[in-house]
């Protein structure tokens, strides 16, 4: 998702929030209705604030959808999945606004309006998403993408996009050939343009032309482009469209004048400012509600082995500096006796009974909100990494270096969009998302990410 220019992925997205969020405000004054029905005295005292009542179950419910990555273009989620998750969030919308009733009893609607709206609501947002699905599932809501070029760099479309072919934002009409270069995809997605580029978009009705060379020097059909453009169709290079369809920067096609000139990497006053806040008032908030488990993490860890409760290691942060950063200690003493740097592995030997609980729920990683108020970490960002390991990854991997343009993050996009790294391969693939995060970052982009992170802890995915 990118945070600098409007998609039509977010405006759908918007929307749907949108009408999700009028639905729950209809389902708790349908509920109103209901519950007072025969009490019209009772209704008229109980109609009092009442909109704004209802916008604040709404707004706990489709915050707790958001957290279980319903508002996600990329999830792919079958029945039974968005069933699961829708009924969590209700439940999780519900137990906040308990919280939110004691705290402020004004803002009760009563027990049995709430549990009818919920009702109410939980049927209402399956059947919106079921007729959303369907309906905006047909080509004709979807932009017509045209592809120039048929080679290498074109088929990674293909390649890279063909499971979500049904839940993306356009229509994959075909690829045109480009003179002189050798053409990859199947013969059966290619389409000739005998007169000329400019007439077989017009004759398509295509919206958007992907530029998707091989070799950019020479070959293009320059002229047939700048009349598209006259014509109002979007002409977009392929690094530029993975960025915006995928929420990844491709390494192995972009370069450094692409990284200048596209635009990103805000880091004006007011940005560190309000990021500096955020990470402030987010860490200090999880303290209050995490210390508990905190506290008995630290007594199992002890009960367990003996050793240190807290492990603390070298990890390169900001400018490539190095920092402490602190965790629960998950593995034996031994763990790295030889002095050798190793990336965890599935089921690894190393990890102790309680090491491997607190690793797959994430709980060894909360120390690290004392590294964020320190100002060494923030809450989203690239994971930090060892120097052992940023010195091989660096010579290896080509851009690697930018990650280090943000502060580390105790959560971040690429372990949203990608598992847990343990190779150079992952680590180059988590770097394209880790890219797209620092061009495209922002404080509502944080905050999105971290209310999907929630549901990385709940499914337990890319732990290790």
């Known amino acids: 998702m990118m945070f600098g220019r409007a998609s039509l992925k977010n405006r759908a997205l918007l929307l749907l929030w949108l009408l999700e969020v009028l639905l729950v405000m209809a389902a708790v004054m349908g509920a109103a209705w209901l519950r007072f029905m025969n009490d019209p005295e009772g209704h008229e005292i109980f109609s009092e604030n009442l909109t704004i009542r209802a916008l604040l179950v709404a707004a706990f419910v489709t915050t707790a959808m958001a957290a279980l990555g319903l508002y996600q273009a990329h999830v792919r989620l079958n029945r039974f999945e968005f069933a699961l998750r829708l009924l969590v969030s209700f439940a999780l919308g519900g137990i906040g606004l308990m919280v939110l009733y004691y705290l402020v009893p004004n803002a009760y609607i009563g027990r049995g309006v709430i549990v009818i709206a919920m009702i109410l609501g939980l049927v209402g947002m399956a059947a919106l998403r079921f007729c959303v699905m369907h309906v905006f599932r047909g080509d004709l809501f979807k932009r017509r993408v045209l592809v120039l070029g048929a ?94 369809e995928a929420g990844l920067v491709t390494t192995n096609l972009c370069d450094p004048s692409w990284l200048v000139f596209s635009g990103g990497f805000d880091h004006s006053t007011s940005r560190c400012m309000n990021k500096r806040l955020f990470d402030v008032l987010a860490a200090s908030a999880l303290l209050l509600v995490t210390w508990p488990f905190m506290v008995l993490v630290a007594a199992l860890v002890r009960l367990e082995s003996s050793g240190p409760i807290l492990y603390q290691q070298t990890r390169i942060g900001e400018g490539g500096r190095p920092f402490e950063l602190i965790k ?12 050798v740097a190793r990336w965890a592995q599935r089921g690894d030997d190393r990890t102790t009974r309680v090491g491997k609980f607190i ?8 120390p690290q909100l004392f ?43 690429a372990q949203l969009r990608y598992p ?21 970052h922002g404080l509502v982009f944080d905050l999105i990410i971290l209310l999907q992170t929630v549901e990385v802890v709940l499914f337990q995915r890319g732990s290790r």
């Open 151 to 244: 080679g290498h760099n074109a088929d990674l479309i293909n390649t890279r996009m063909r499971r979500g072919s049904d839940r993306r934002a356009f229509t994959l009409i075909g690829f045109v050939p480009i003179d002189n270069q050798e053409a990859c995809v199947p013969d059966s997605m290619r389409i000739k343009a005998p007169d000329g580029l400019a007439d077989l978009v017009h004759r398509l009705q295509i919206s958007e032309v992907v530029v998707a060379p091989d070799e950019r020097r020479g070959g293009l059909p320059m002229e047939e482009m700048l009349t598209c453009v006259q014509r109002g169709v979007a002409m977009t290079d392929l690094s530029t469209f993975f960025e915006r």
């Open 328 to 339: 629960f200690r998950s593995m034996r003493v031994d763990a790295e006796g030889d002095g």
């Open 359 to 366: 690793r797959l729920t994430r709980l060894d990683e909360l």
């Open 371 to 413: 590294n964020i108020l320190r100002g060494e970490m923030s809450i989203v960002g690239p994971r930090p990494e060892r120097p052992q390991f940023v010195d091989m990854l660096s010579r290896e991997i080509r851009y690697y270096a930018v990650r280090h343009c943000v502060k580390p993050g105790l959560t971040g996009w």
């Open 420 to 440: 847990y790294g343990a190779s150079v391969r992952d680590a180059e693939e988590k770097l394209k998302f880790d890219l797209f995060y620092v061009k495209n």
